[in-house]
């Protein structure tokens, strides 16, 4: 069981990673009949089947009260699309119930939530999660200096100015976690501060305008939040200096293009891209106006009005979520977020729980402007937080019931508990 989980969790992670690399293209489906599989589809099934096994094994777990109102928004979400959204789907608008599930699947992927915390969280080591998601970032910063070295500077023009684009926008997520990670969670050594500056490499070289705000809104309440937080406030500057310095060495468009970034970040009236995101905003809030309970499973549309050929939806997963899924889906999703939240700030003294805390918030500003919510590439960076958030309340409840009766399995290769942010 323990090997079986490991397994699938390392695959996981391998999965979202080749997944950011081969984006344009998409990983192969392999056929099982008459329909098409993914690997996705694979580990799903393997978590699935792993969780339910687990779950006749222990019989009544004994789950805290905060966790139980995070599963319970999980599992209304995904019961309300399968028992719901599936049969309007097929039986009143005859779509095929195998193409339903497909475009349904990344929404059900939540059910990882409580894979993690049940079963991974179990029999890995927390710090063995955390690395594994740090060793995929690593890679992609690698590939990413290997892709400029071999091909050159590859992009888009954006309002007359080349962004530079070495990867997937999507890949600044495993970098931000590498970053909060490295800098906040990790121990302070060379090491966990050089695997910092890697992650600010990867960045300024996928270049996404999402990613630097996400950042500079996430850091600060870690700072604040930080007993030591001179000390940390001078280490990031380090890290924040030789990151720029090798970005300054790369290229003259490499500093360019940052720079155009971080410009429109604060001044985004001056770029094409980010106004039409503002006007599909609101043209998919007139969608969900029209149509509150979403029925995009069947209609395919996001707007009321055609767009023309760029019909791709809203980069704001607020909007997205509305407009596609509708406002029963969305208090589920809501719901969901609100209650981690309120767990880890239950425990923000914890260490661990305020960098999950941190990260969550990440994605969540990042997914403000793209569409990159619930996407099988990365959603297991969603599922992650949510996951370690539960994880650390039920480590933190056990200890503060029964110190002495925790199993040492448990503990080992765990941060401290109740650990203040240093």
Known sequence: MGSLTRITYVLLVAYTTAAIVYWEGGLPEFSAGPVNVTLFDLLMLAAVILLARELTLEGGLAIPRGNRAVLAFVLLYCGYQLAVVLPVAVVFHGLDPVTVIRSLEDRI???????????????????????????????????ALYRYATIGIVGETDAGA??????????????????????????????????????????????????????????????????RAA??????????????G????????????????????VNPGSDQNAQDRVDRSRLGLEYFAAHPLGDYTWSQRYYLVDVGADTFEPH?????????????????????????????????RDRASAVMLAYLAYYLVFCLFNTSLLNANNILLLILPLAMILSRNALLRSEQEEPAALPLPLKKGLLPASDALR
């Not at 939530?113 to 970032?137: D, G, H, Q, S």
């Open 109 to 143: 992927a939540l059910l990882l939530v409580p894979f993690v915390y049940l079963v991974v969280a179990k029999y890995m080591p927390e710090r063995r999660i955390i690395a594994w998601v740090n060793a995929a970032a690593l890679f992609l910063v690698a590939y």
């Open 162 to 227: 080349f962004r530079v684009r070495e990867l997937w926008g999507g890949a600044t997520l495993l970098f931000g976690f590498l970053i909060l990670t490295s800098l906040f969670l990790c121990r302070p050594t060379v090491w966990s501060y050089a695997m910092a500056v890697a992650g600010l490499l990867g960045m300024a070289l996928t270049n996404h305008r999402s990613a630097y705000l996400a950042l500079l809104l996430t850091i600060p309440p870690l700072l604040i939040s930080s007993r």
């Open 231 to 244: 000390r940390r406030l001078v280490v990031m500057g380090v890290v924040v200096v030789c990151a720029g």
């Open 246 to 265: 090798l970005v300054f060495m790369l290229a003259p468009t490499v500093r360019q293009s940052v720079a155009y970034s971080f410009e429109t970040i």
């Open 316 to 348: 704001n997963f607020i909007v997205q979520l509305l407009g596609q899924q509708g406002i029963i889906a969305f208090a589920f999703f809501m719901g969901m977020i609100a209650s981690a939240v309120a767990v880890a700030w239950a425990g923000r």
